[in-house]
């Protein structure tokens, strides 16, 4: 036992159990131990235990402990400047995560990484954004990010596994988003990659790892799809579900196009010899009961619709539109036009939108919009004139603003609206300061600069809520005003 | 400008200051923007019809302004700094106007005022009896602690965990009535251990074992040496008037401005500045107190280095010391310190040799390496020599994130056996750790 843990063990009993024994003490304290006895156990504690607690501070020595050294590597890429370390500082201070995003997103494309004093603060927004943005962190971090981020746990995802060895040891979120990058150059190796470690997964992990293959999805994968409807779990089947639906030529698919064909009937005939006209004979076929146990729900859910017809919608939203053009023999343009001019089609117009959403079919978007429907799923599919001209429908239309500019980000490259529509939509948001406040730091990448000049036209029409709005103003223009700064120096 | 934009906006009173002190940095909120080597001046349109005129003090750090605001530095004053900070080039150079004149006149006759005022005679007759009043109740004080103290051995430090937070109060009151405050402080010290930690039972006997001595010390004091028997007072409490301290000779130095601590105690502020001499190669510890909104008489930014002489408090190798006369603040420069843990560690031995009653004592390591293993963190220098550093998670993620494992230069204060790192810097990246 140390000199000092002896002095706490008998501080600790007490001087009226354990007495003070010079030949407890080193020989160099000895002889003034000594000294002490005749006083009270309790002074000659305490003189003992003041002198040798002294004698062991003036006598400290270092540690040789052998520590391995751990260096950062040398930096491949070039730091950022320290004016975009400043406005760094002030985004990640003032909590501007979407910001923040644009600034990293800037970085990586200069070539360019941050310097390593904000690293940790990076960090912590790349925690709570990481699901988000997965992968920009890792981007500009450089070496010493990557060599950082071991000290804490919290940290591991920006090192994703890119070889077999990391990918037994990496943690969800790193397997997780290596899995999305494989689906899109080997999809097969990423399936069977999930198939390798499905049977020691929990339910929660099994439909995460199952999601990526939404990433990709084909034929291919069915089989292994049709395997996961066995699971346990109620969530992952219903997963496995929706995924087999996302393949065009699956089974099921398939099945369901088959009770599509036999349901609507096309029938020809001349009328006075002359004109021929096309009959659409509209009548469920079923065999069997089948198709329910694949959450085709038999029973409608409004007395307006029929239970037949509800079957019907519901097989139209699961089949891909381009089943019309071979089932009508003719165009997506005469489709559109046959299901919004012929009376025994237009009742399933929505469903037909929503075949469209689901296989993200960009070309039908463009044609269905002219059923006049209000959708903000389908402004995502749409580009460059189509969509704006869309986005400002919809906003006439009283649409959630969040949905139409969530559906008009484009991440990948986020250019500025055109100058009248965010006129309108700040116009629009405008009326309800309460609500869109928090948009704002969202969609300044999005704002042209020039719409601060005119940011003091727009006020809610009602009275009590310009206070806030007034506050609100100010948050805008710091946002563009940021957002500009980071422009300018990437 | 020898000031960095984070070191500015750490001189804000608060997070919300600092917000809009960046948003005036910029060049449209300032009708007039002006410099001199001494100062910067500027006009700056609010609420109001006249604009607010705003002053900073550059060699003295220090904020002047027209606005109604009650925090200070205001975001005007912090604003016309940042700006300054970032685009010098927007400022037009020139002579300071009357009404900065003015301004920088008054703050330096207010410490000549301030010089003479303190080198005013006092009443010696009043003064020794009062001190022989002291001196009863010290001693009546002290005899009751030493009764407490071996009351404490007597029945042993086991049950210690389990004693209320009032079990303290009753004899720190008593230290507080007998006048003697330091011991005051260490009593109320035992209160404030965290006794869920292992480490209680060290700390609890290292206060233990010092009460003691500096009690026991002070039985002696007549038979002291005159620099012991001062550090001894200064143990109990016995405060040298901020007069004595400034009327001594001062020392003139580049002082490095190293770290910058805040403590709060109930209503009270207390600012510790960590100061190292260039040329004297010492260390100096400026203490600044402060309640509420109270401003303090220096702004001291760690990262920096100021042009002043210092005046310190008696004692053995003294580090309390006080700002005689600041000239300028100027750029940081890397001090020398030890790039051997163990000659750190001799000097460290040396100084506690002499002076006993130091518990933590500051020092600059050159060129070590901060290492983790085991998921504790050590230094670790050249030779492979190590000691432990007594640092949180977060701060030490700092400092691997500027050095990245790689030699770096680090300020801290050291029980001998651990370090606290306060400060780290690589070249001229320089990084505070409050």
């Not at chain 1, 003032?94 to 995003?101: D, V």
């Not at chain 1, 609500?435 to 730091?441: I, K, Q, W």
């Not at chain 2, 100061?275 to 702004?299: M, S």
Request: a neutral charge.
């Amino acid at each position: 036992m140390s000199l000092k843990d002896q002095i706490i063990t008998a501080a600790l009993l007490g001087s009226a159990k354990k007495h003070v024994n010079p030949a407890d003490f080193p020989a160099a304290l000895r002889p003034s131990i000594e000294t002490l006895q005749g006083e009270d156990h309790e002074t000659i504690f305490l003189q003992a235990a003041s002198l040798s607690l002294n004698y062991l501070k003036a006598g400290v020595k270092p540690l040789n402990l052998r520590l391995t050294i751990n260096e950062a590597p040398a930096e491949e890429k070039p730091y950022c400047s320290g004016e975009a370390m400043i406005v760094l500082h002030d985004l990640l201070s003032g909590k501007y995560p979407n910001l923040t995003w644009f600034w990293c997103k800037r970085c990586r494309e200069a070539g360019q990484i941050v310097q390593p004093d904000l690293l940790p603060e990076l960090f912590e927004w790349g925690v709570a954004t990481k699901k988000q943005w997965p992968g920009l962190l890792s981007s500009v971090i450089g070496k010493r990010g990557q060599w950082l981020a071991q000290f804490s746990p919290d940290w591991q995802f920006v090192n994703i596994p890119e070889e077999e060895a990391e990918w037994e040891t990496a943690g969800l979120p790193q397997r997780i988003s290596f899995l999305k990058k494989l689906r899109l150059s080997n999809p097969q190796e990423a399936r069977e990659k999930i198939a390798s470690v499905w049977k020691e997964e929990n339910a929660a992990t099994r439909q995460e790892l199952l999601e990526t293959l939404s990433t990709g999805i084909h034929k291919d994968d069915e089989a292994f799809l049709f395997q996961t409807l066995n699971d346990k779990s109620l969530k992952v089947k219903e997963l496995a579900w929706q995924l087999l639906k996302l393949i065009p030529d699956s089974e099921i698919i398939l099945k369901y196009r088959q009770i599509l064909q036999d349901s609507f009937v096309v029938t020809s005939n001349k009328v006075l010899g002359l004109i021929r006209k096309t009959n659409i004979d509209v009548r469920l076929k079923l065999e069997g009961e089948e198709i329910f146990k694949t959450g085709i729900q038999n029973l409608s859910n409004d007395k307006r619709i029929s239970d037949e017809n509800y079957i019907l919608m519901q097989l139209i939203g699961e089949v891909p539109p381009a089943f019309w053009t071979s089932h009508f023999n003719t165009s997506p343009e005469e489709v559109v036009k046959m299901f919004a001019s012929r009376d025994e089609l237009k009742k399933f117009q929505p469903s037909l939108v929503q075949a469209v959403i689901k296989f993200s079919e960009k070309n039908w978007a463009k044609l269905v919009v002219s059923f006049g429907t209000n959708s903000v799923a389908l402004l995502s599919l749409m580009e460059g004139v189509d969509k704006i001209s869309y986005a400002e429908y919809l906003l006439k239309g009283n649409s959630n603003l969040n949905d139409i500019v969530n559906a008009l980000r484009n991440e990948e490259k986020p250019a500025e609206w055109n100058y009248n529509f965010s006129r309108q939509l700040i116009s629009a948001m405008a009326q309800d300061p309460y609500t869109y406040a928090n948009l704002f730091e969202s969609i300044a990448v999005y704002l042209p600069a020039a719409i601060v000049n005119d940011l003091d036209k727009f006020f809610p029409s009602e009275e009590w809520k310009r206070n806030y709005w007034q506050k609100t103003l100010g948050q805008i223009q710091e946002y563009i005003r940021l957002k500009e700064k980071i422009k300018a120096i990437f | 400008m020898s000031i960095k934009e984070d070191q500015i906006i750490a001189l804000a009173p608060d997070s919300s200051s600092a917000k809009s002190g960046k948003e005036l940095a910029v060049v449209s909120k300032w009708q007039l923007r002006c410099s001199s080597d001494k100062a910067l001046w500027g006009h700056c349109q609010g609420s109001g019809k006249l604009p607010y005129q705003t002053q900073v003090d550059l060699q003295n750090i220090a904020f002047k302004c027209s606005c109604p605001s009650r925090k200070f530095p205001c975001k005007h004053g912090l604003g016309l700094l940042l700006l300054y900070s970032r685009d010098p080039g927007a400022f037009t150079v020139t002579d300071e106007p009357d009404w900065v004149l003015d301004w920088l006149n008054k703050r330096n006759e207010k410490v000549t005022k301030k010089t003479d005022q303190e080198s005013k005679p006092v009443d010696a007759e009043a003064q020794a009896k009062r001190a022989e009043s002291r001196a009863k109740k010290v001693s009546g004080g002290i005899a009751d602690l030493q009764i407490w103290l071996r009351d404490l051995i007597r029945n042993g430090l086991i049950n210690l965990p389990e004693r209320a937070y009032e079990y303290w109060q009753t004899p720190a009151k008593r230290m507080v009535d007998a006048q003697a405050p330091g011991l005051a402080s260490m009593v109320k010290s035992l209160g404030n251990i965290n006794y869920f930690q292992e480490t209680w039972k060290a700390e609890v006997l290292n206060l233990l074992t010092k009460m003691y001595l500096v009690s026991e010390a002070y039985k002696h004091i007549d038979t002291l040496p005159d620099d012991l028997a001062q550090e001894v007072r200064n143990q109990i409490g016995f405060t040298q008037s901020k007069e004595e301290v400034i009327s001594q000779s001062g020392v003139s130095d580049t002082w490095v401005v190293l770290a910058r601590t805040l403590e709060e105690d109930e209503q009270l502020t207390v600012e510790r500045n960590w100061l190292f001499g260039l040329n004297t190669k010492r260390f100096a510890l400026v203490l600044q107190f402060f309640v509420n909104r109270q401003v303090p008489e220096f702004n001291l930014v760690p990262g920096t280095a100021i042009q002043a002489e210092l005046s310190f408090y008696k004692g053995i190798l003294p580090l309390r010391a006080l700002i005689k006369k600041q000239n300028n603040t100027g750029l940081f420069v890397s001090p020398e310190g030890f790039g051997s843990i163990e000659k750190a560690m001799e000097n460290f031995s040396a100084t506690v040799t002499q002076n006993p009653f130091y518990d933590l004592l500051p020092v600059i390591f050159n060129q070590v390496r901060f290492l983790s293993h085991e998921k504790l963190y050590f230094l670790v220098d050249m030779d492979g020599a190590s000691v432990k550093a007594r640092i949180s998670d977060a701060k030490a993620i700092r400092i691997l994130a500027i050095s990245g494992g790689k030699p770096c230069h680090i300020f801290a204060l050291t029980s001998g056996d651990a370090a606290e790192p306060l400060a780290v810097w690589t070249g001229n990246n320089f990084i505070s750790l409050p």
